[in-house]
C-alpha cells in the first residue's frame, strides 16, 4: 500500500513478478486488506484440515507482506466525515487481524510512518511486530511510540541512522 501522493514510492514496482497489486488511496487499501483477508481465511482452512498450525513447520515457501507505506493515513480522524472514519476503522481492524493470526499463516505485515503516534500505528500491529526499526524523531515520546523505549530522538542527523529492535524469545525449559 502506497498511500503517499497515491502511489509516489511504490509505482516502479507494479511489474515485478511478486507484486500482487498495489493500493494507492485508503478506498484501494480497503479493498486490498479485504482480498488479503479472503486470502488468510483459505489459508487457514488449507492448514487446519491438514492438521498444520504454523507455516513455518511445512515446506511451504510462498509468504505474503503487506507492505504499508504512510500508514497514518489509514487512521481514523475527527474532521473526516463518518463513512471515510468507519472505512478507515475496518483497515486498522484488518491490519491488526493480519498481525494477529497472518504470522502463523505465512502473512506479514511492514508498517511505516512518519508520524508514530498510538493513533497512526495500531496497537496490535505494534505488540506484534517481531523487528522494529526507527529512524531519527524529535522527541522521546515518540521514540517510545515506534520501539517501546527513548533513543531515537538521539541519533545523529545522518540520513539511514536507526535503531533495529528484534524480539528475542527466551525460554526456560
Do not use: W
Amino acid at each position: 500500500m502506497d498511500l503517499k501522493e497515491e502511489g509516489l514510492e511504490f509505482s516502479e514496482y507494479k511489474k515485478l513478478q511478486q507484486v500482487e497489486s498495489i493500493a494507492e488511496t485508503p478506498e484501494q487499501a480497503h479493498a486490498m486488506l479485504i482480498k488479503v483477508m479472503e486470502k488468510m481465511s483459505e489459508h487457514g482452512k488449507y492448514m487446519k484440515e491438514r492438521g498444520i498450525k504454523n507455516i513455518v513447520h511445512t515446506k511451504e515457501k510462498d509468504r505474503y507482506f503487506i507492505v504499508v507505506d504512510e500508514g497514518a493515513v489509514l487512521a481514523p480522524s475527527k474532521g473526516l466525515p463518518r463513512g471515510q472514519n468507519q472505512m478507515l476503522e475496518k483497515c486498522q481492524y484488518m491490519l491488526s487481524h493480519i498481525a494477529r493470526v497472518g504470522g502463523a499463516l505465512g502473512f506479514r505485515i511492514v508498517f511505516c510512518t512518519q508520524y508514530p503516534t498510538g493513533d497512526t500505528l495500531p496497537r496490535v500491529v505494534k505488540q506484534m511486530a517481531n523487528a522494529k526499526l526507527g529512524f531519527r524523531l524529535p522527541t522521546p515520546t515518540a521514540s517510545e511510540v515506534v520501539i517501546d523505549q527513548s533513543g531515537l530522538e538521539h541519533l545523529p542527523s545522518i540520513p539511514g541512522r536507526a535503531i533495529y529492535m528484534k524480539v528475542y524469545v527466551i525460554q526456560n525449559i
